[in-house]
């Protein structure tokens, strides 16, 4: 029976690249995948690709294919990746120049295009946006990006068409190892059981080190060997749909029943419904075996037709978050603190402060539960070493700057011995959704060769 091995490469966009290399080195690979993508990620790269039409992909896309390509060329591992992030016109380019120059050949290299509906957002300012009150006319002038979530359809595409490398926008996470399997296998979209699987398998592979004991670790309870080397996870499926997770042999990091059910429900919602543009995948009747040390399998992933519509990420300006700190330590550090506090209150009132949003959080103290939970948890006026945290939303740069500048203030004008005072403004791309019909979106592949 036909059986091909997937690794995970990445997990978040900044992610290491030593256990890419471990997995592609050591793991005996068919497809490494890099997935680099968040929610407002890609809204960031799009701003980047206004002040710069060359660029918009993934930052540490160089870094990585520095590493990457010769790997790929000599083991002939496939790599699957969305970090083309807003540009995988520019990222092909870039990876193509960088083949040339270490005397690469033989590549094909493919971006999946059609995931960017910026150009036609005006089509779609009647529909409702899903976090918001409204629709998305009351954002229109805020609006940087919009992307819409694809599927596997496009890299099944590329590979069916030869390509070494697929670089992709904003596709589904698990769409990375869909396109894979589908075109090795030839599994069929009609088909939702096998669909429901492979997305199953590209849900576990997605993270990365999560499902390698990263998440899972929490010392005495939960302990994880040799965490400093977390080894990434890689799939062996076979061609009726199972799979077995594994990692590479010495890396640190766990692979149980544990870990593997961790990641399996990390940030689906429901278990019988996780829903992705190529299909709705049910978990429920999942068994998971230990067959080994650090090798599970994984059985019983079925799925549902695909969605009729499609999730669009919108990336807007939302204004500013200012943010100061400052320190302070010894045997009165909260009643400092709590000091310093007042007194940025009252300097706020006495400036004219605006702003849209404020919190006062003590690190260490309430930061994480507030006063609430954590004044039961702990006796504040015993704690010795205090950070004031004052974090606000504000519509312009100016209202921010006054604020920060306040905190600032308290190094000289006190309370007693604040120190380490930090202020920082950055503006704000928040991100909401909308769906849209599948039928508007049309994906096209666009190769390079070498």
């Known amino acids: 029976m036909k059986k091909i091995r997937i690794g995970s490469g990445a997990g978040y966009g900044g992610d290491r690249v030593e256990p890419a290399i471990e997995v592609m080195e050591k793991g005996n690979l068919d497809y490494v995948i890099f997935e680099t993508l968040a929610e407002r990620t890609i809204a960031i790269a799009q701003q980047e690709k206004l002040n710069n039409p060359d660029k918009g992909y993934n930052g540490l896309l160089e870094y990585r294919m520095e590493k990457v390509l010769p790997l790929a060329a000599e083991k002939g591992i496939k790599v699957i990746t969305n970090m ?60 940087v990006s919009a992307n819409v979530y694809t599927g596997a359809e496009g890299i099944a595409e590329a590979l069916k068409n030869g390509a070494n490398i697929v670089v992709t926008g904003r596709c589904s996470d698990p769409a990375l190892v869909v396109g894979p399997l589908v075109y090795e296998f030839g599994w069929d979209y009609s088909n939702i059981s096998e669909i429901g699987n492979a997305i199953m398998v590209g849900h576990l592979l997605e993270c990365g080190g999560q499902i390698t004991g990263g998440y899972f670790a929490d010392p005495k309870f939960k302990d994880v060997p040799e965490p400093w080397k977390l080894g990434f996870p890689i799939a062996e499926i076979s061609e009726n749909g199972d799979v077995e997770i594994s990692k590479v042999d010495g890396s640190g ?72 700190e400052i320190s302070y330590g010894g045997t009165t550090a909260y009643s400092r603190a709590e ?20 919190r006062f959080d003590f690190i260490g103290c309430n930061s994480l539960y507030k006063d609430s939970i954590s004044s039961s948890m702990n006796d504040f006026n015993n704690v010795k070493d205090v950070r004031l945290r ?50 508007n979106i049309k994906t096209t592949v666009v190769y390079e060769e070498v």
């Not at 000091?339 to 404020?358: C, M, P, Q, S, Y």
């Not at 700057?401 to 004008?413: D, F, G, H, M, S």
């Open 390 to 439: 004052v974090a606000a939303r504000t519509k312009t740069k100016k209202e921010a700057q006054a604020i920060v500048n306040e905190v600032e203030t308290l190094y000289t004008n006190g309370p007693a011995a604040g120190g380490g005072a930090t202020k920082n403004i950055k503006a704000i791309v928040a991100v909401c959704s909308i769906f849209v019909p599948r039928e």
């Open 339 to 358: 000091l310093a506090k007042e007194i940025v209150e009252k300097r706020l009132e006495i400036i004219g402060a605006t702003f849209d949003e404020i």
């Open 84 to 143: 083309g992030a807003a540009n995988p016109l520019a990222a092909i380019k870039v990876i193509k120049e960088m083949a040339i120059e270490k005397n690469i050949k033989g590549l094909k290299i493919a971006a999946v295009i059609g995931d960017d509906i910026y150009d036609s957002i005006d089509d779609y300012m009647d529909y409702d946006i899903l976090e918001l009150e409204g629709n998305l006319s009351t954002i229109k002038d805020n609006i």
């Open 253 to 324: 990091g766990i692979i149980n029943r544990h870990t593997v059910t961790e990641q399996l429900l990390y940030e689906i919602h429901n278990p019988s419904e996780y829903i992705t543009p190529d299909g709705i995948a049910d978990y429920t009747n999942v068994v998971l075996e230990e067959v080994k040390e650090n090798v599970v399998s994984v059985k019983g992933g079925t799925g549902k037709e695909r969605p009729a519509t499609l999730k669009a990420s919108i990336g807007y300006k939302d204004g500013f978050i200012a943010e100061g």
